[in-house]
């Protein structure tokens, strides 16, 4: 195990815990909802042995982060910002940035907006688009549940998840889990919009392929001194995301970039042609692959092929200095 320790971070303007580890460029591991730096917990010891300086933050909101109260804290911008200033918080002009769920976002947007700092950037699970409030209010589907509209009015959904925060998580894990199926998640749109999330989302089932019961506890504690409130408070920023960032409609993301995801993760389904609609995002995207079987929660279901990927990726940005061969004299 190598040594590992949580940091204080005074970034943009709030104080960010993050877990700090190893030497060698450094990648930022950004997570998503509902999660924490946890979320990155077999990867960041394949990162260090590989021989780069990991920072895997609670980001805004989240875990024993701070959470500030007003939902505009939690903008795009406010949030790429987060992930430069962990850089220049630890003394790092440049950085990859590994983003997952919410985090993939933060991610895209982070290499968009702040080109000179983010060298490169991959994603998983969410494939870059230009969301804004078509994604929370699907055509069509005004009678229909849907996650995001419900999270839109703040109380609402956080004294559901808080009322039971074990069931909540558990609902909420299973639901998106390559166990679960793929098109599971997406028949919440078959309950009327009046319903509240856990009775829109399948009663959860066995989570210990992926999750122990010391696993869930950790996520309970963390979400129990967090609440809901400032984590919701990110889904509380889609109607304005595109809108607020003009500049970028119809730029291309100009690092090198890579992407992966579950073949049975349901945010895939969100657009049926997002391949297409991705690829042409990019200058230079190494890959795109799908691990077969794995859900959303990819880094976790299948954590040995997930670090193979990203090590793939990183180590193909030559960003360490080669190594001396074996045969090599001193």
């Known amino acids: 195990m190598n040594v590992r320790s949580f940091e204080q971070l005074h970034v943009n303007g709030i104080r960010l815990r993050s877990l700090v580890a190893g030497e060698g460029p450094l990648?930022?591991?950004?997570?998503?909802?509902?999660?924490?730096?946890?979320?990155?917990?077999?990867?960041?010891?394949?990162?260090?042995?590989?021989?780069?300086?990991?920072?895997?933050?609670?980001?805004?909101?989240?875990?024993?982060?701070?959470?500030?109260?007003?939902?505009?804290?939690?903008?795009?911008?406010?949030?790429?910002?987060?992930?430069?200033?962990?850089a220049q918080a630890l003394g790092d002009e440049r950085f990859v940035v590994v983003g997952h769920d919410w985090g993939c976002v933060v991610a895209w947007y982070t290499a968009l907006l702040h080109p000179r700092q983010?060298?490169?950037?991959?994603?998983?699970?969410?494939?870059?688009?230009?969301?804004g409030p078509e994604t929370v209010d699907p055509t069509g589907n005004d009678d229909a549940f849907w996650y995001m509209r419900y999270f839109q009015e703040p109380g609402i959904a956080e004294r559901e998840l808080e009322r039971d925060v074990r069931a909540s998580l558990a609902s909420i894990y299973?639901?998106?889990?390559?166990?679960?199926?793929?098109?599971?998640?997406?028949?919440?749109?078959?309950r009327p919009r009046s319903s509240g999330l856990l009775d829109?989302?399948?009663?959860?089932?066995?989570?210990s392929s992926f999750m122990s019961e010391l696993d869930m506890d950790y996520y309970v504690a963390q979400y129990q001194h967090s609440g809901f409130r400032g984590s919701l408070n990110w889904y509380r920023n889609i109607p304005t995301l595109s809108a607020s960032t003009p500049e970028l409609d119809g730029m291309k993301i100009s690092q090198p970039a890579a992407f992966l995801a579950g073949s049975e993760d349901p945010v895939l389904l969100f657009d049926p042609l997002w391949?297409?609609?991705?690829?042409?995002?990019?200058?230079?995207?190494?890959?795109?692959?799908?691990i077969d079987g794995a859900g959303h929660w990819v880094q976790l279901e299948q954590p040995g092929e997930t670090n193979a990927h990203v090590l793939r990726f990183l180590d193909g940005l030559e960003l360490r200095p080669a190594r001396a061969s074996a045969g090599s004299q001193a």
Not at 62 to 69: D, I, K, L, M, Y
Not at 177 to 182: I, M, N, W
Not at 200 to 207: N, T
């Open 174 to 190: 299973y639901s998106v889990c390559g166990q679960a199926g793929q098109t599971t998640f997406l028949c919440q749109m078959a």
């Open 200 to 207: 829109a989302l399948p009663p959860p089932g066995d989570l």
């Open 275 to 290: 391949r297409e609609h991705f690829v042409p995002c990019f200058e230079d995207l190494r890959f795109v692959e799908l």
């Open 27 to 86: 990648v930022i591991l950004v997570h998503g909802w509902p999660q924490c730096w946890y979320l990155w917990r077999h990867m960041i010891d394949p990162l260090i042995d590989a021989g780069y300086r990991v920072a895997a933050p609670d980001m805004r909101g989240f875990g024993c982060s701070e959470a500030p109260p007003a939902v505009e804290d939690y903008a795009i911008r406010k949030l790429a910002g987060d992930v430069v200033g962990i």
């Open 118 to 131: 983010c060298r490169a950037v991959m994603g998983l699970s969410v494939p870059f688009w230009r969301m």
